[in-house]
């Protein structure tokens, strides 16, 4: 159809109803896919929900192993504090130097047990587990190397009585675990 042959008012008409149905197909066909539209938003959105709750779920527990490993290495390392004096063959002033002061002990006690508090929210239940009973075993621990009660004269393991060495084989393999579980669900299925 030639339009320069047929008066403007044809042309003006045509285009407007060109216009329209236009207008009427964009409406149809995004009213027609709304629903598949919104579906598609919807699994978008919980993919990513998912997505970043695995990467916080991933951060805290590696936040947790490393709490876990700071624990064992505070509790391997020892303090003076635990040993009889008269066992170690050092004068008088470098073991002074050497001891660690109880309120610097229990300060870095209270600080594992803030902190594995404030990341046990975040973990599985068979990980809060393991995180609690780590700390738990610390603080025997630390209790046992702060405590004024001489060693020989403590209720013995065989009576009830709390062992160190169990204590920080505890540490150890809570550590372990949660390095594990780290490993497992984090880095290995990268």
Not at 12 to 18: H, R, Y
Not at 65 to 74: V, Y
Not at 88 to 104: F, G, H, M, S, Y
Request: proline share 3%; hydrophobic share 45%.
């Amino acid at each position: 159809m030639e339009i320069e042959k047929r008066p403007w008012h044809v042309a003006i008409a045509l285009t407007f109803f060109m216009s329209i149905a236009t207008a009427i197909g964009t409406f149809a066909s995004s009213y027609l896919l709304l629903g598949a539209k919104m579906r598609e938003e919807t699994e978008r959105a919980a993919v990513e929900r998912r997505a970043k709750g695995a990467q916080l779920a991933c951060e805290k527990l590696q936040a947790s192993a490393t709490l876990a490993a700071e624990i064992n290495f505070s509790a391997d390392r020892g303090y003076l504090n635990a040993v009889r004096l008269s066992d170690i063959e050092l004068e008088k002033e470098n073991i002074d130097r050497l001891k660690v002061p109880t309120a610097q002990i229990m300060a870095e006690q209270l600080e594992f047990e803030k902190r594995a508090s404030e990341l046990i929210l975040f973990l599985t239940e068979s990980e809060a587990e393991i995180l609690n009973r780590t700390t738990l075993h610390h603080y025997v621990v630390t209790s046992l190397r702060t405590s004024k009660v001489p060693p020989e004269q403590r209720v013995p393991p065989r009576e009830g009585g709390f062992d160190a060495n169990t204590e920080l084989a505890g540490i150890r393999d809570g550590a372990t675990r949660l390095a594990a579980a780290y490993r497992i669900a984090c880095t290995e299925q990268l």
